[in-house]
């Protein structure tokens, strides 16, 4: 594990939002914002204009604190952007659709260096280009006078094709529950950064920018999937909201679970041995991957990128919610050394 | 001129959002949200689903921050809820468009009260519900460890009804110049909350709860208004955006605004009067009422709302951009006794 390299930017009083000021702050970003394809109408005007074909659009909208999401010492302005991008792009990927556009909101101190903005553009604009998306409006703002850091409030649009939308309440009985995508990469990175330290590199770099898999979700819906959701939260905790809202047990395997998430053996297991933590702990609860949970019908062929982990059981006697191996998730927790089943906000 | 009654909610650490935590706001939040008629896919999932049936959305993004463009102590959380989304929805009738959705994004301190957070939702909720609209999604954090502020971001998407959206770049040389709405109400509510007053309650509560035309934007885009925005900013400053983006000279005739602005004689007045300010710096530099103006071929019969008050004239030799009765704005401006154009962000 190497020491880490300051990420701050320099400061330049030339080059902050106060002197460059509002407009000049809006040109110099939206230089860096690519151009989304269903744009009829992008930038610059009161409002954009988004094709929506398919007589619908799905909207997500995420908020990301200076201070409780991102840290500017631990991710460099393109990191933070591929980031709140990333956690959009997956919600709209969790209902089957595909991003199209996406709208900003960026309340910053007047002293914000205008290139800390560039490169928040620039990681927003990479993140999207590969599905033809880009920003399309946003609004920048100064922040409170009392306040040093920055929220970043990212809305995403997203075309469903004529898929019908795949929601959480859906999983029943009989059905198979189903993973793709990373689970703890990057509450491991987390952990690394948070002893300061910034390798092993895959982990630190996933929780930099988390690789969501963003094609699995249309191809889920594709297929029929019957409820899912991407995990934010961790895993025991997101697959709890989608297990309450469609009233049934989610049965997970943890021997399904460690092959999709811990083979071959790789940094998981070497940030754990070193910081003495059972790796399935990150798996169970470590959130911001942004991977997808779905349920299938027990007959369906799964799409490539997606590995079975569980079961859908009806509740019984039992509160529809999470079991793992068919003792409660609780019990499995304490066992991995986790204190909780995902993140807790205003905790 | 009265004194105001605080309005800060009384401080009930059982009733805070540390105390309530995230599922039990969003629970009491939602509970005040309302239905929007074009969801498909509400509250609740990874994201919403609002039909678009113009197989095109209008969106548009407005962050508010405490102590910038808000203050608890001046106005309701209901108040601060029908203001941040009359922003949006003024942006949204600016292109031709009705609005059919809204997403929050709501940064707030931990100790902020929950009922503060249902003041906002009923409030949002309020503004929205004679349009059919309502918040159809949103995501609830905690601010930044230091920050006492609350940093409230509204996202609104629009349906044009088959209309062609109205962009700002349009307004050609020959076309009259016309406004819908309120100029300098919610400026002069502003100036008398400043000096600790709370009366006359007209402009007071103008500031507090602008109320924009918002009919009149699809009504002047039925007629093939040429070129239309939102005043956010100040007339002068926006009317500026709109001829720069046009390429020609807003040329804005000040009899037919004082008419259009000042007629019958009223509170700008009496509150100009009261506080040794011209009332026509208030119209000309005055922002947050969501007045539209808008550009119309010259034998346009202008729709119900809608006033004349200026011509669009090539630019010649001058730069784009505005004048009044021929003059420079910045000259009458001066003669008013105005210091900016409008509103300027970073300042």
Request: glycine residues 12%; proline residues 7%.
């Amino acid at each position: 594990m190497s020491r880490p390299r300051p990420l701050v930017p320099r400061s330049d009083p030339a080059d902050s939002v106060r002197v460059v000021g509002e407009f000049g702050v809006i040109a110099r970003v939206l230089a860096r914002a690519g151009t989304a394809a269903a744009a009829e109408v992008g930038p610059g005007d009161d409002a954009a204009v988004v094709r929506a074909a398919d007589g619908r659009v799905v909207v997500t909208t995420d908020v990301l604190v200076e201070g409780r999401h991102f840290r500017r010492d631990w991710s460099t302005a393109e990191d933070i952007g591929h980031k709140a991008a990333a956690a959009n792009l997956a919600d709209v990927a969790a209902m089957g659709a595909t991003t199209t556009a996406l709208v900003v909101g960026l309340a910053c101190p007047p002293d914000t260096p205008t290139s800390w903005l560039e490169g928040i553009a620039s990681g927003l604009a990479a993140e999207c280009a590969p599905m033809g998306a880009a920003v399309v409006g946003g609004d920048t703002v100064a922040s409170s006078p009392d306040s040093t850091g920055v929220v970043l409030s990212v809305t995403a649009l997203g075309d469903l094709g004529g898929r019908a939308p795949v929601r959480r309440s859906g999983a029943r009985a009989g059905q198979v529950v189903a993973l793709a995508g990373k689970l703890g990469w990057s509450a491991a990175g987390l952990a690394v950064l948070r002893r300061g330290f910034t390798s092993p590199h895959s982990v630190v770099a996933a929780h930099r920018r988390p690789t969501p898999p963003y094609a699995a979700g249309p191809a889920a819906a594709d297929v029929r999937a019957s409820a899912m959701c991407d995990v934010s939260d961790g895993l025991v905790a997101d697959a709890g909201h989608l297990a309450r809202d469609s009233g049934v047990v989610l049965d997970l395997d943890s021997a399904a679970l460690a092959q999709a998430c811990l083979e071959p053996v790789g940094p998981l297991q070497q940030v754990g041995s070193a910081l003495g933590v059972d790796p399935m702990a990150w798996v169970l609860t470590g959130g911001e991957d942004h991977a997808l949970l779905a349920t299938f019908p027990p007959n369906a062929v799964l799409p490539y990128g997606w590995s079975v982990i569980g079961s859908v059981r009806a509740p019984g006697r039992r509160e529809p919610g999470v079991r793992v191996d068919g003792k409660p998730a609780a019990d499995v927790l304490q066992a991995v050394g986790a204190e909780r089943p995902g993140h807790v906000h205003f905790g």
